[in-house]
């Protein structure tokens, strides 16, 4: 259905079957209206039972079996910026789009992500790794060298969790649990604009 060049007819005879096969008629057509109207939606007060939260941190923890891998995760996106921080001089930019075309092609982790590991997202996880940085020059180490060092570590042990199968994804939900949390059960009217849902 995000296809923009994709065939949307055959989707809505097959969501018209499920629907059928579930004992609800569909719509014998689509709602009209121009952009910014409003429009009223059935949503299931406690959810849809099985289907994954919307909340971003019940979510993550939902996603992962293993809080080894959050940490992991985390400590690469840090890693990432570190190695980009430390090859630069004292007058080179440090956006993110600055960090996004150093990144581009490369192993280290996409500034897209970086909002799903921290708090404030990539201005959050800059400060602390050049405070990481810092810290290395300190004691007289190099901090790309450490931080490529430690980031080949965290990549070997991030495959060896994926191998071990300690990390999956929830197990779907059939399409007529979800109509019946949604037709069924108790359940809120909410408003939304049509721009938002096309969106």
Do not use: C
């Not at 065939?7 to 059928?20: F, M, N, Q, S, Y």
């Not at 996004?100 to 192993?107: K, M, N, R, T, Y």
């Not at 495959?159 to 779907?172: C, F, I, K, N, S």
């Not at 007529?176 to 721009?195: F, I, K, N, Q, S």
């Amino acid at each position: 259905m995000a296809d923009p060049n994709g065939p949307v007819g055959p989707v809505r005879d097959e969501a018209a079957k499920l629907l059928r096969a579930e004992g609800v008629e569909p719509p014998t057509r689509t709602r009209g209206g121009g952009k910014g109207r409003r429009m009223v939606f059935r949503a299931p007060v406690n959810g849809i039972p099985g289907a994954p939260l919307r909340d971003r941190e019940d979510r993550r923890e939902q996603m992962a079996e293993t809080p080894r891998l959050r940490e992991l995760q985390l400590e690469y996106a840090i890693l990432s910026l570190r190695v980009w921080l430390a090859g630069l001089t004292g007058n080179d930019p440090r956006p993110r789009s600055a960090y996004l075309a150093w990144q581009a092609g490369s192993v280290w982790m996409a500034p897209s992500a970086f909002d799903k590991e921290a708090r404030g997202g990539f201005s959050a996880l800059k400060r602390r790794a050049a405070a990481e940085n810092a810290r290395v020059r300190r004691t007289g180490g190099d901090p790309l060298a450490d931080a490529t060092t430690r980031a080949n570590a965290v990549i070997t042990e991030l495959a060896e969790l994926y191998a071990a199968g300690t990390v999956r994804q929830p197990e779907p939900v059939p399409f007529g649990e979800v109509l019946r949390a949604v037709m069924d059960g108790p359940h809120a009217e909410v408003e939304m604009r049509e721009r938002s849902v096309r969106s």
